[in-house]
Nanobody, 122 residues
Framework: VHLVESGGGLVPAGGSLRLSCVASGDIITANNMAWHRQAPGKQREFVAEITSRGNANYADSVKGRFTISRDNAKNTVCLQMSSLKPEDTAAYYC?????????????????WGQGTQVTVSS
């Protein structure tokens, strides 16, 4: 399964950005879709996740500022980021987990995108 993120960029503190991720590749289900981020010199960390039923969870650091959403028909997940802070600066990675049709049957997949850079200036 191939994931492609878009929407990153440079924004001043207090600004907003919307990240999008499209999953492709004979997907049967995308049970869980999520966003993680990795700042320079730090480990990748969880940001938000959403199930196929729309149940969402957020890291404490982004609660109330970020909103995750998805379109099951299009296998897309978005992250609306508001009130951005310099500490939100990171590469943001899309993640998806589910079931794929690989031609001769179904199999589980677990995929990451290449990342999109978000830079928040102070």
């Amino acid at each position: 399964v191939h994931l492609v993120e878009s929407g990153g960029g440079l924004v001043p503190a207090g600004g907003s950005l919307r990240l999008s991720c499209v999953a492709s590749g004979d997907i049967i289900t995308a049970n869980n879709m999520a966003w993680h981020r990795q700042a320079p010199g730090k480990q990748r960390e969880f940001v938000a996740e959403i199930t196929s039923r729309g149940n969402a969870n957020y890291a404490d650091s982004v609660k109330g500022r970020f909103t995750i959403s998805r379109d099951n028909a299009k296998n897309t997940v978005c992250l609306q980021m508001s009130s951005l802070k310099p500490e939100d600066t990171a590469a943001y990675y899309c993640y998806a987990q589910g079931v794929q049709d690989y031609g001769v049957g179904y199999r589980l997949y677990d995929s990451w995108g290449q990342g999109t850079q978000v830079t928040v200036s102070s």
